[in-house]
């Protein structure tokens, strides 16, 4: 394990049973209250943003658009939200998915991506890659070509890069820890 896993690690604090009784939730708030893990947590987002070539930074509802952000500007990158539906004000083109009860739907603005946009997409945490994968097509639906998918932590258990492999194609599937 290098140091930068080491300080993200340390910082992600588990809160047993929550949101619902067996779920053992990682939570973030620790790591993005640390100036010196976030910060190292931005930079090496930012260096994969720069091995991909992305010229866009697309951040997943919620907690992509705290790290998303943040790495677009340290990349001197744009960033574009994908929001839940309904979120957006302007034309948008939508995605729907599955959830394992029921389903949900993401949206961009129509014009945030263009033929000419490398995007990196970049999230919290890799689960069941539903959101992900939605987001790529999502990307794809926009003329935009898809650079790679950064997290910060994958739940390997949940199977989600396999999921997410062949929707990515040759594009990579960066995760900075993997638990």
């Keep these: 394990m290098t140091d930068i896993q080491e300080l993200l690690l340390s910082r ?8 619902e009784p067996g779920v ?7 790591l993005l209250a640390d100036p010196a893990a976030f910060t190292a947590l931005t930079d ?3 260096e994969i ?15 992509g658009f705290i790290l998303g952000a943040p790495v677009a500007v340290r990349a001197g ?5 994908v929001r839940k539906a309904g979120k957006l004000p302007g034309a948008t083109l939508a995605q729907a998915y599955d959830l394992e009860y029921g389903s949900a739907e993401i949206e961009v603005h ?13 999230d919290d945490v890799l689960a069941t890659g539903g959101t992900a994968e939605a987001s790529i097509q999502l990307i794809r639906r926009a003329g935009a070509e898809v ?12 199977g989600g890069r396999a999921r997410l ?15």
């Design 12 to 19: 992600i604090r588990d809160v047993a049973d929550y949101p």
């Design 24 to 30: 053992m939730f990682k939570d973030i708030t620790p």
């Design 44 to 46: 090496a987002l930012a």
């Design 49 to 63: 943003a720069a091995s991909t070539g992305a010229t866009k930074v697309v951040g997943l509802e919620a907690r």
């Design 77 to 81: 990158l744009g960033f574009i939200p």
């Design 110 to 122: 129509a014009e945030d991506l263009s033929a000419d946009d490398r995007v990196l997409i970049v």
């Design 147 to 158: 650079a790679g998918l950064a997290v910060l932590m994958e739940l390997g258990f949940l």
């Design 165 to 179: 492999e062949p929707a990515l194609g040759l594009s990579p599937l960066e995760a900075l820890l993997a638990l």
